[in-house]
DNA sequence: TCATTTATGCAATAGTGTTGCAAATATAAT
DNA sequence: ATTATATTTGCAACACTATTGCATAAATGA
């Protein structure tokens, strides 16, 4: 099933040192899943992912997912009613997820973006020591305020 | 089932003020999940939920929880690896679900809490028109700190 | 090329959430 | 209090999401 899809052949370069460099071994369902997720500038959901692949084994994927997630090559985005998504981590984050980063859901299109944020906000919070923080925000992306 | 429940009465006063305010009719399933939230400090599950049901139709615990969140009585919390929980909202979002509040999960005892902030941080980010946020903090909570 | 480790694909299963419908209950009006 | 109406409940069935065990296949390192 794999052979189907056209590679851009720099793209695998740059996907097998990503797999490389956090010690998952490279097969060609992995490159596949992380090229669907290279090429989308928003977080994208399981059953987008289901689509693009076509012909894939459901459990295989998930365990994909899992694998990615776990070493940090992937993040779990989590919006209000039952949305969860997945993006490609930047660099920052090897071994652990440490995002302090922002997911903007455009309440018109729907859209998760995942932006990194220059000056994150510092809070305090009497009673709670605060290791890290992720912020969700709700508005109206570029596109659907043009 | 619901007769086997002991009711403080007091509270019993407030909740039914909680659902006729938000237009939501007086029944006794809706009395014992309203009872269950308000008896916990942080947020629960829906598994914790069941649990403390004991003898309960899973279906009408769906439905009434959906209900709550659409009127705005609880709220969903998100967070990563699947965890969904759930709170009660306080008084000011009547209508919509407007919470600027933060979400504080203890890496240590794993408990939500669900805290108000006095001066929320604004954030200006470019190509987005932010309406709502909420923030997502990890860390170590008092009881786990001492 | 071979040995070892890890990944894949299939089957089965568990968990999570929804829909349709008849009976039961809450509310509002009499 | 009683009735009429609207809503909720509980059951059955179902759809979707995710996991586990195991045999086969493939990737890595020697």
């Known amino acids: 099933m794999l052979q189907k899809r ?30 669907i997720l290279a090429r989308h500038k928003t977080a994208i959901s399981m059953e987008q992912i289901e689509e693009e692949l076509g012909d894939f084994d459901r459990i295989t994927l998930y365990r994909t ?8 090559v992937v993040h779990e985005i989590l919006m209000p009613g039952n949305v969860k998504k997945l993006a490609l981590c930047d660099d920052g984050c090897q071994d652990e997820h440490h995002h302090e980063h922002l997911h903007f859901q455009c309440n018109s299109c729907n859209e998760i973006y995942c932006v990194d944020i220059p000056r994150f906000p510092k809070v305090n919070l009497p009673g709670f020591k605060i290791d ?12 659907c305020l043009s």
Do not use: H, P, W, Y
């Not at 040192?17 to 097969?27: D, F, G, M, V």
């Open 132 to 143: 890290r923080m992720e912020i969700q925000a709700f508005g109206t992306c570029q596109q």
């Open 6 to 35: 056209n590679f851009f052949c720099n793209f695998v370069a740059e996907m097998i040192e990503i797999l490389k460099s956090r010690n998952i071994r490279i097969t060609d369902f992995r490159l596949v899943v992380l090229d």
């Open 65 to 72: 997912i899992k694998t990615f997630i776990e070493k940090g």
